[in-house]
């Protein structure tokens, strides 16, 4: 019996990854030129982010007529955010204290790996961190250029006021919205035919990983690895779970694997952002509204960023093991009111999460930066972890905040859950 149909995304992306990672290994210098598979798929995508984003937002909003509305749900998205990073944050502090990964490192490896983390440091210098900075990064110097740069947060401010604009003014404009939801169908469009290379991009995302660091780098500082896998699993499985049970009464396993095509193409290309126009469509055929989708998950992939909160985390006491550095309570608070700051500014690309890391320890002189020469190593494969917690938490936030809204229809849900069981029943048929 054929047990797989290729033709089937979540397989081809499957077959991709294990195939890149044989190719890395056999194959190291020719694997790792093979990233630019992977640059490619995700500038496709990324191009595509910004007028998406607009255009969904702007129909969202405009469509609604309800100001008041529109400013509840971004008020309980930004609270929902802040304790659940807050959340995030104190879960890696608990674990790296209990699993204590770097008592016992040896410091000279620093000074023998030849590890050059200048273009982080610098990076992060070049970047201010600051809340006067994020606040004044958020605003666009001009409408169309945060567009055309493809800013997500000045996206979303530009998209917000022009919904805002369109709601107040009512029927006249009606059309204006209506063009606005055709061109986004056409956008959707684009993003179905860029999805047939992500096969490709996480084949050449996975031989450029192995290939570049060796198969090797799998097994270095594997203590903290399998502690940032089990507390990010913990936290989607028991936290978010919770949270998801409760609040709409939905099982966390089923939602995940309602996504994961999705946390598949995450996995493989090491970037949230990959997923975003797909996962937007899915949680509105989930249940949740437009507003609620356009407005909480552009919004999320700035403030509620679960995976990377709890790598930096993990990664800053990490760091102050290995030197043995011992903080005290309030030092130790301190530094986590900084990280509350910096894992804002982390975009769902790969290596931003390095980069705030950089920035963290910078705002924090008593953890060396130079610490971060140990990571680097592995910081590709906690990368992986750190999107999937993201997309996932951000997912989960959109669910609970339009349910907290009365804007998530459990009934599209039981239609969405009978649709799979067909399409179940449909594929074993064939098989």
């Known amino acids: 019996m054929k047990r797989f149909n290729l033709r089937n995304l979540t397989v081809q992306v499957v077959l ?3 195939l890149g990672i044989i190719v890395g290994a056999i194959f190291p210098s020719f694997g790792a030129q093979l990233k630019i598979l992977a640059d490619i798929f995700i500038k496709l995508i990324k191009m595509l982010i910004a ?10 909003i405009g469509s609604m007529g309800d100001m008041k509305k529109v400013g509840s749900i ?36 620093l000074k023998s790996s030849g590890a050059d983390i200048s273009e982080y440091t610098k990076a992060a210098a070049s970047q201010d961190h600051g809340i006067q900075a994020f606040v004044m990064s958020v605003l666009p110097e001009n409408f169309f250029g945060a567009i055309a740069n493809g800013e997500l947060l000045p996206v979303l401010v ?20 209506t ?39 799998l097994w270095n500082l594997g203590k903290l690895m399998l502690g940032v896998y089990i507390t990010m699993a913990l936290f989607v499985i028991v936290i978010l ?18 996504i994961k095509n999705e946390l598949l193409i995450v996995l493989g290309t090491s970037s949230s952002e990959s997923a975003l126009p797909l996962i937007m469509k899915k949680l509105e055929r989930f249940g949740c509204s437009k507003q609620v989708v356009g407005l909480v998950v552009p919004t999320g992939y700035s403030f509620n960023l679960d995976g990377t909160a709890i ?67 592995v910081d590709r494969f906690m990368s992986e972890a750190r999107a999937i917690t993201n997309i996932i938490g951000n997912s989960v936030a959109t669910v609970v905040v339009a349910k907290w809204e009365n804007e998530y229809d459990p009934k599209q849900h039981d239609v969405l859950v009978a649709e799979l069981k067909e399409e179940k029943r449909l594929r074993h048929e064939h098989a």
């Not at 530009?158 to 919205?177: H, N, T």
């Not at 290995?322 to 903080?327: F, N, Q, T």
């Open 51 to 60: 007028p998406i984003i607009f255009l969904t937002v702007v129909t969202g």
């Open 179 to 217: 063009l606005c939801e055709q061109a986004s169908q056409i956008f959707f469009k684009i993003v179905g035919m860029v999805m047939k290379f992500s096969p490709l991009a996480a084949f050449g995302a996975m031989a450029y990983t192995i290939g570049n660091f060796g198969m090797g780098s």
């Open 74 to 109: 971004g008020l309980k998205a930004l609270i929902y955010f802040e304790v659940m990073s807050t959340i995030s944050l104190a879960i890696g502090f608990i674990v790296v204290h209990i699993i204590k990964p770097g008592v016992g490192v040896n410091t000279d490896a």
């Open 311 to 377: 790598y930096l985390s993990m990664a800053a006491m990490f760091i102050a093991q290995v030197y043995d550095v011992h903080l005290s309570i309030w030092q130790q608070l301190y530094l986590l009111l900084i990280l509350m700051v910096t894992s804002k500014g982390a975009a769902g690309v790969t290596g931003s999460g390095f980069i705030t890391l950089a920035a963290t320890l910078a705002a924090f002189p008593m953890i060396p930066v130079a610490g971060i020469a140990l990571l680097i190593g």
């Open 16 to 18: 991709a990854i294990i």
């Open 241 to 258: 779970g919770l949270v998801l049970r409760y609040a709409a009464n939905v099982n966390i396993f089923k939602f995940l694997s309602y």
């Open 158 to 177: 530009c998209a917000v006021f022009f919904g805002l604009a369109a709601a107040s003014i009512g029927d006249p404009v009606k059309q204006v919205i």
